[in-house]
């Protein structure tokens, strides 16, 4: 597949290409132009030359082509799922899900096409102000491996909702199917040059992006180290910035929680996605009292999860992305078993037999007693280990639990209401969640505090990111 710059179809100018890797099997899916430095600009520059004619649309103007995008979505929507599984791995039943949540999160912005504007302000015998909302302009969108589908929709539907024009950085190994949704929106109406998509290297694209004089606004989602690099450009250059950043959720279990679906919530919560999910479950705190029953059907469930090509049927977990994240997953599990930070109660390794040695896979693991000093409580592992720490009571399940530098998400299973409460007060996270983990829903403002990142995306609070507020006042 090519890049899509000005509306059309184009190759990088190095004339390199990057393999697209099918991470289930090893075999070669596609190949996409490794952009460089220029490429990011003409991509600018073609965003830039975009940009007055698209803000002097309506907002019910430009809901009518996201409509029409999120239509045509829907009934591509089994075709779009095997490609989206065929580069990253999921399972079909969740690479289903995420397109559908493109879809929805583009109709969800659609709906709110007649809400933001300006307002009247009457000021006390010495007349009036107004404000008036305007687009920013040229915005660039940066977005990882994990979630590719659902995270192009949360980035590109508020900003071209509010008349700004963008260019989007794909992660190198997750590229095609932003690709493909991208020439669908072309292909419902959207003018040459609203939505421009740059494929190749974070360090060579997306600084390009980030650095360059025309861009006003950055959404980033990432790693927080390479969070914290993409602040420090943006604040050089005076833009906003959006960083939607890695967490170490906690799920906190009580012992009058309802254990089945507690173990139903850290199944979910912990291997969903293989575990590469942002605010997947990353710690699991147990009170004592109820801990080895808990643990015990936990380990059960695990031992049910199918692990296998997502693309076949009856299949719990894929594999991982990529290598780099596989390595990282079997070298940490591999620390904990030589340091004895934890007992490995199930998983711990590659799965035997069948194709699993032509892939990234990895078993889903359980870890137990795990030692405060351990990489899997003081690291966002993000990948298919759940570790699991006992805890006397909720005080100290709490101070464990904010014993992090991240703050993006944290559950809590109870049926107590003093407990839930305490809960909500106390821990450090962008998102509580009472007796569920992981459900987002583009109503829902979402963004973590702490290194979990700056700022919020969907909700309609999201819009006013992507517009830029003008006071006028008035004497009488
Ligand atoms: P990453 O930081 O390695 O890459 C993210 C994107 O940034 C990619 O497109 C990459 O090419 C680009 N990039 C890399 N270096 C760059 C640089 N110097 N300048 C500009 N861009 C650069 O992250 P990843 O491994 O792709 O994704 C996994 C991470 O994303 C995890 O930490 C996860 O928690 C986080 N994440 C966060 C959220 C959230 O909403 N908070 C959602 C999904 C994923």
């Avoid at 005076?238 to 929680?257: F, H």
């Avoid at 930070?341 to 137990?368: A, M, N």
């Avoid at 992981?438 to 990111?465: H, M, Q």
């Amino acid at each position: 597949m090519k890049m899509q710059i000005g509306g059309k179809a184009v190759e990088a100018c190095s004339h390199e290409f990057s393999d697209i890797i099918n991470p289930a099997t090893g075999e070669l899916i596609d190949r996409v132009p490794r952009g460089t430095e220029e490429d990011a600009e003409m991509a600018v520059e073609a965003a830039w030359s975009a940009f007055s004619d698209w803000a002097s649309t309506s907002p019910q103007q430009r809901a009518g082509i996201l409509y029409r995008a999120a239509g045509i979505v829907r009934e591509r929507k089994d075709e779009l799922a095997v490609l989206l599984t065929r580069e990253q791995g999921k399972p079909l039943t969740e690479a289903k899900n995420e397109i559908e949540g493109f879809a929805n999160v583009l109709e969800y912005y659609c709906g709110l096409a007649s809400s933001f504007h300006g307002g009247f302000i009457p000021i006390h015998q010495s007349g009036y102000a107004f404000t008036v909302k305007k687009p920013l302009g040229v915005c660039s969108a940066i977005i990882p491996w994990n979630m590719p589908a659902l995270i192009m929709a949360w980035k590109i539907s508020p900003a071209l909702i509010t008349g700004n024009t963008l260019v989007l950085k794909p992660a190198s190994s997750t590229p095609l199917t932003n690709l493909t949704l991208s020439s669908i929106l072309s292909e419902a109406g959207l003018p040459a040059g609203v939505l421009n998509i740059v494929t190749g290297p974070g360090e060579v694209v997306g600084e390009s992006l980030i650095k360059n004089r025309k861009v006003k606004r950055i959404s980033f989602t990432g790693e927080t180290g390479t969070g914290k690099r993409v602040a420090e450009l943006a604040a050089s250059g005076m833009k906003k910035v959006t960083l939607e950043l890695g967490g170490s959720d906690p799920m906190l279990v009580c012992d009058d929680a309802n254990l089945e679906a507690a173990v139903a919530g850290a199944l979910r919560g912990r291997f969903y996605n293989c575990g590469q999910t942002c605010t997947a479950v990353k710690r699991l705190f147990v009170f004592e009292s109820v801990a080895d029953e808990f643990i015990k059907k936990l380990e059960a469930g695990i031992r049910n999860l199918r692990v296998g090509n997502g693309l076949h049927e009856n299949v719990d977990m894929g594999p991982l992305n990529n290598r780099r994240q596989w390595e990282y997953i079997k070298e940490l599990v591999a620390e904990v078993e030589e340091k004895e930070e934890g007992r490995i109660v199930t998983g711990g390794r590659v799965p035997e037999g069948g194709d699993y040695s032509k892939g990234y896979f990895f078993g889903p693991t359980l870890v137990v007693d795990v030692s405060e000093e351990s990489r899997l409580l003081n690291e966002e592992v993000f990948g298919p280990v759940l570790p699991v720490v006992r805890v006397k009571d909720l005080d100290e399940a709490i101070e464990k639990a904010n014993n992090t530098c991240y703050g993006l998400g944290a559950s809590i299973w109870t049926k107590n209401i003093d407990r839930a409460r305490i809960g909500c007060e106390r821990l450090n996270a962008g998102i509580i969640w009472l007796n569920q983990h992981l459900k987002v829903a583009p109503e829902v403002p979402f963004g973590g505090t702490r290194d979990s990142g700056i700022g919020k995306e969907n909700g309609p609070d999201a819009l006013s990111e992507y517009l830029e507020l003008k006071t006028v006042m008035l004497k009488t």
